[in-house]
């Protein structure tokens, strides 16, 4: 009792010594709340859309959200790092900041909305309503140039109006939704309701913002500096998002209907756990750049503790998964989802690899090596691309994923006979494998 009041002392009065430290825990705690909001309505919500459409429709629903998702790239053009950089820098102004992005942003998502297009046409085949519903959705590539100015939050560490924003807005639209279970609604009707929150959402954003787009002016120095230093993100960011999401397209063509719903339970239920390195990576990332433009030292100890906190959070996850997968899902979804559990515990296998990238990104985006990223990041498409269309067609849900997962192990190998900076990268990974031994010693 006596080692845990020290314990707490000794915490307050490194709280009182680092007020950033403070303010950092503070805006955990603020995006942690919101996620576990978020979490537990999702969960539950989730299981009852996924029950009321079933495997065959769900897998619809699914399939036309996850293929607009990869398009968004394009509507995040810019590098979030460094335009969080600059709006705490005094270099330009905050206004032309973001007045010159959201251009850039709005121009890049007409790009984006007319690639997915040509990707339907490609792709599709046989049901126009399928595909009509899959445009219609896709007009929510425009909104999300509007995240901009969640990152203007993000930069002062002021986390309260986005912690409410993002509540109202999902708890607004999860309340659709089960509006439409009990309703019996189509998919239209609950693709419609993904598009009104992010509605409400944007709005809310823009009101405690207080911005207009009649402020400030286009930059273009600014601008050139950013799409100059941006575009290889852009690239890699979408060849990741087409990496992890190869599945669907493969499942929905050469697979069932069924199969497909099943494999989309996985990921959603998945996909939902994701708000635990986004929380600790946004948090955690502004004293990173404080440490990057002046305390070198610090700066790798924060970055190799990033990658141990994510690298563990993704280990932690994929055992709790794999002891609950078959009662989650018989409990939740019923027996329609009978080939459900497996896939979600062997898709949670994919959330070590993609939480470390993350940390990866974040530290090569830092670094402006991000061509490297890119290089890697083809590459491990290419192959999993080559994994999918081999062993799909005979092996479903179980193929999918060993063909990522073989795809990065493939890939950090090889790659890291030809990058230093991959091959820094791996080293950064090995390390998180002794954390334990490294936190114990340093509690002692």
């Known amino acids: 009792m006596i ?45 009852m859309v996924a029950r009321h459409l079933g495997p065959e429709h769900f897998g619809k629903l699914s399939y036309i959200i996850k293929t607009v998702n990869i398009f968004y790239t394009f509507s995040l053009f810019g590098v979030d790092e460094i335009i969080m950089r600059e709006l705490m820098g005094t270099t330009y ?41 899959t445009y219609i959705y896709g007009l929510n590539v425009f909104l999300q140039a509007f995240n901009l100015f969640e990152l203007s ?36 009707f609950f693709l419609s309701t993904y598009i009104i929150g992010e509605i ?21 120095e600014f601008a050139e500096q950013l799409i100059k230093a941006s575009y290889p993100y852009f690239l890699s960011a979408f060849v990741v998002l087409l990496d992890q999401r190869l599945s669907f397209v493969f499942i929905e063509r050469f697979r069932t209907p069924g199969e497909l719903g099943n494999y989309s339970v996985a990921v959603t239920l998945v996909d939902l756990w994701l708000f635990l390195p986004t929380a ?5 990332f502004p004293t990173i750049i404080t440490a990057f433009n002046g305390h070198k030292e610090q700066y790798s100890i924060r970055i190799q503790y990033l990658a141990d906190i994510l690298v563990w959070l993704g280990i932690a996850f994929f055992i709790g998964v794999f002891l609950s997968a078959d009662l989650v899902i018989h409990l939740l979804y019923g027996s329609r989802y009978e080939e459900a559990p497996e896939a979600l515990w062997l898709y949670a296998l994919t959330t070590v690899p993609v939480f470390f990238n993350l940390a990866r990104l974040k530290w090569l985006s830092l670094e402006k090596n991000l061509n490297d990223w890119l290089w890697f990041s083809a590459f491990c498409l290419a192959l999993n691309f080559v994994g999918h269309y081999y062993l799909v067609p005979n092996y479903g849900i179980r193929g999918a994923i060993l063909s990522f997962l073989l795809s990065q192990f493939i890939g950090n190998f090889v790659m890291s006979v030809f990058s230093k900076n991959i091959r820094h990268s791996m080293l950064i990974f090995l390390k998180t494998l002794i954390f334990p031994l490294r936190l114990v010693k340093v509690l002692r």
């Open 3 to 47: 080692r845990v009041k020290a314990s707490v002392e000794k915490f307050q009065t490194f709280l009182g010594e680092h007020p950033k430290a403070k303010t950092v825990i503070k805006g955990f705690g603020y995006l942690f709340s919101e996620r576990m909001l978020k979490f537990f309505i999702g969960f539950f919500v989730h299981a």
């Open 93 to 133: 102004e905050r206004n032309d900041i973001l007045k010159t992005v959201f251009r850039i942003r709005i121009i890049m998502a007409l790009v984006g909305f007319l690639f997915l297009g040509a990707f339907l046409l490609l792709a599709q085949e046989g049901d126009s309503k399928f595909t009509l519903l």
């Open 280 to 284: 600790v990576t946004a948090s955690v």
């Open 153 to 188: 939050f993000q930069a002062k560490l002021s986390f309260k109006p986005l912690f409410w924003a993002n509540n109202i807005s999902y708890i607004f639209s999860s309340g659709l939704r089960v509006l439409g279970v009990f309703l019996k609604s189509t998919v239209s």
């Open 200 to 220: 409400i959402l944007k709005l809310l954003v823009q009101r405690q913002m207080g911005f207009s787009f009649l402020q400030g002016k286009y930059n273009k």
